[in-house]
């Protein structure tokens, strides 16, 4: 069979759960920002949902960290990106445009605080 329907709403509201129950379990996850094409509005049957986790801290490789944070039993296929405040300000700094795109024009889903990244002015949408 073929899906050719995507149910955007649905979908968002399913990962927002999602990521509420990840947020409970690791107070560490300062923010969760949704980005790529379930954020743009652009996502077709069979996308996945591409989300950075900002981190207050880590002692563990970035490669390390991601089997960590991928939400259990989440209907979407979910892609994690857990990177700590250092990290993104780091990579800003060095002109990453992956990081730059998803702060600059990704949806927040979850946020404990007013993210505190310098070389962006992004807080909340």
């Known amino acids: 069979m073929k899906i050719t329907w995507f149910d955007r709403k649905r979908s968002l509201k399913e990962l927002r759960k999602a990521v509420h129950k990840l947020a409970e379990e690791h107070p560490e996850i300062e923010a969760v920002i949704l980005f790529g094409s379930l954020a743009t509005g652009e996502a077709v049957p069979g996308s996945d949902a591409d989300l ?40 800003l700094a060095a002109g990453n445009p992956f990081i730059k795109e998803a702060l600059e024009h990704g949806v927040e889903l979850f946020k404990r605080k007013s993210l505190n990244i310098k070389g962006t002015e992004r807080r909340a949408r």
């Open 52 to 91: 950075l986790l900002v981190l207050d801290r880590s002692d563990q490789h970035f490669l390390s960290r991601i089997p960590r944070y991928v939400p259990s039993r989440c209907k979407i296929d979910v892609d994690v990106f857990p990177y700590t405040e250092d990290e993104i300000e780091k990579m």
